[in-house]
């Protein structure tokens, strides 16, 4: 199906889609807003909502045949999604906790996946009015304040002249696997970032690194898959196999590495 698409002209429909949703929420954002708690316990807030439905309306337009997972959705089961080969699956507001803190932190996540692969992702940070987005076989691009995308990429460990590793880390989760790994990496700088932005990181070249050994959901991951990869980047299991999509029941990811250069086995810090 993947070949009857016109996935650039799809990518540049969802930056826009993506920029509405955005809007959408910053217009929650500078007001008081409802936070309610989900049956996991995480934070839900009228904003998550407010884009979910400006998406989901937006994308049934776009493309009438292709199902939409959302992480607002009501939850599928395996059976009805184990049949899809192609569809959209996004993150309305990836960062709630950063949205509820106000630290600007958050994003929109749109992303199609097609045969377990990610192969449009886009990003749009509202508080900065940033876009990140890629397309398969198509390159990566970051638009700032709506003005021409530039195309990014990430760096390789011989850029480095020395220089200390640079890893992405999350502002609101830290594990005590987490710091033994950062221990074994040596000497490394640490770039905070809530939400998809780690990806972003590595994928402008920002970061070499970002290890995630904690939960997340394919959501979380499957704009930031695409855009690393079409940026020269690379996602994996810990076990340095590729990270794919809609494979089991659970819509968990395993932990993984999202890093620039494949010429090292990042794989190999962790406690065996």
């Not at 776009?62 to 059976?79: C, N």
Request: negative net charge; glycine residues 6%.
């Amino acid at each position: 199906m993947s070949h009857t698409l016109n996935l650039e002209e799809l990518c540049l429909e969802c930056v826009n889609i993506a920029r509405d949703a955005g809007e959408a929420i910053l217009a929650i954002y500078d007001t008081g807003f409802n936070i309610e708690e989900k049956e996991d316990k995480s934070p839900l807030t009228d904003a998550d909502l407010a884009s979910h439905n400006l998406i989901i309306k937006k994308l049934s337009e776009l493309t009438p045949d292709i199902p939409i997972l959302s992480e607002e959705s009501a939850k599928l089961p395996f059976e009805e999604r184990a049949r899809w080969e192609t569809y959209w699956l996004v993150d309305p507001l990836d960062g709630t906790r950063e949205f509820i803190k106000r630290n600007g932190e958050f994003t929109v996540n749109i992303a199609l996946i097609h045969q377990h692969k990610s192969i449009i992702g886009v990003i749009n940070v509202p508080v900065l009015d940033v876009d990140y987005f890629a397309w398969e076989n198509g390159g990566c691009y970051k638009s700032e304040q709506k003005n021409t995308a530039t195309p990014i990429s990430v760096k390789k460990l011989n850029d480095h002249k020395g220089a200390p590793l640079t890893v992405a880390g999350s502002r609101s989760h830290g594990s005590e696997m987490m710091q033994q790994y950062m221990a074994k990496l040596g000497t490394v700088e640490i770039l905070s970032m809530g939400s998809s932005l780690k990806f972003c990181l590595v994928a402008e070249g920002r970061a070499d690194l970002y290890p995630r050994l904690g939960l997340t959901s394919e959501w979380d991951t499957a704009a930031a898959h695409c855009i690393v990869e079409q940026a020269g980047g690379y996602i994996t299991k810990t076990d340095m196999t590729p990270l794919e999509y809609n494979t089991k029941d659970s819509l968990l990811n395993p932990f993984f590495f999202v890093f620039g250069d494949n010429s090292r086995d990042w794989s190999q810090y962790l406690e065996q």
